[in-house]
T-cell receptor
Framework: KQEVTQIPAALSVPEGENLVLNCSFTDSAIYNLQWFRQDPGKGLTSLLLIQSSQREQTSGRLNASLDKSSGRSTLYIAASQPGDSATYLCALSTSGTYKYIFGTGTRLKVLA | NAGVTQTPKFQVLKTGQSMTLQCAQDMNHNSMYWYRQDPGMGLRLIYYSASEGTTDKGEVPNGYNVSRLNKREFSLRLESAAPSQTSVYFC????????????FGPGTRLTVT
């Protein structure tokens, strides 16, 4: 059974710092992995989607990488800003199913 | 282009009452999903519809039913609400099932007393 883990559960950093959020999974047979941002009381906003054949995707200050052999994805945020404060979730779909499995998220706070 | 819309935004039910949560997408996506989000549990899949005319159970289907009314609309029904169904419910869609990017609605916050 696919399990997705995000550590740490919460993180506080000063503004301007580069940071890495982690997402680990147990089954490497995945279709894709998606990173989301969720603000308090809001829905999920898609940040980056990495297909299983890709190693990384970039959007602005965000870079997501995927290493299926080690069961790990990272979301790199460059030059963090207070507006980046939110919960970041990873989700992946496993080959042969239509189901997405979510991690429990990392709650990020960027201090001004 | 509204994306994924959900109604209502908030709802309070008494134990035993029934209600239907509505979801619609205007992106011509084939697949649609219903999730619930609970503190410390993350998002869990309730039901999904791979394509128009099909529905399948997810991780936590008990106490729920769904209808894929057409390609745009996917509703979630609670026949007899229980306090354990207090949660935030999210609808999502993707163009091509597990290979496509998921887009989420704003959520429905449901309280069952």
């Amino acid at each position: 059974k696919q399990e997705v883990t995000q550590i740490p559960a919460a993180l506080s950093v000063p503004e301007g710092e580069n940071l890495v959020l982690n997402c680990s999974f147990t089954d490497s047979a995945i279709y894709n992995l998606q990173w989301f941002r969720q603000d308090p009381g809001k829905g999920l906003t898609s940040l980056l989607l990495i297909q299983s054949s890709q190693r990384e995707q970039t959007s602005g200050r965000l870079n997501a990488s995927l290493d299926k052999s080690s069961g790990r994805s990272t979301l790199y945020i460059a030059a963090s800003q207070p507006g980046d404060s939110a919960t970041y979730l990873c989700a992946l779909s496993t080959s042969g199913t239509y189901k997405y499995i979510f991690g429990t998220g990392t709650r990020l706070k960027v201090l001004a | 282009n509204a994306g994924v819309t959900q109604t209502p935004k908030f709802q309070v039910l008494k134990t035993g009452q029934s209600m239907t949560l509505q979801c619609a997408q205007d992106m011509n996506h084939n697949s649609m999903y219903w999730y619930r989000q609970d503190p410390g549990m993350g998002l869990r899949l309730i039901y999904y519809s791979a394509s128009e005319g099909t529905t399948d159970k997810g991780e936590v289907p008990n106490g729920y039913n769904v209808s894929r009314l057409n390609k745009r609309e996917f509703s979630l029904r609670l026949e007899s609400a229980a306090p354990s169904q207090t949660s935030v419910y999210f609808c999502a869609s993707s163009e091509s099932g597990p290979t496509g990017e998921q887009y989420f609605g704003p959520g429905t916050r449901l309280t069952v007393t």
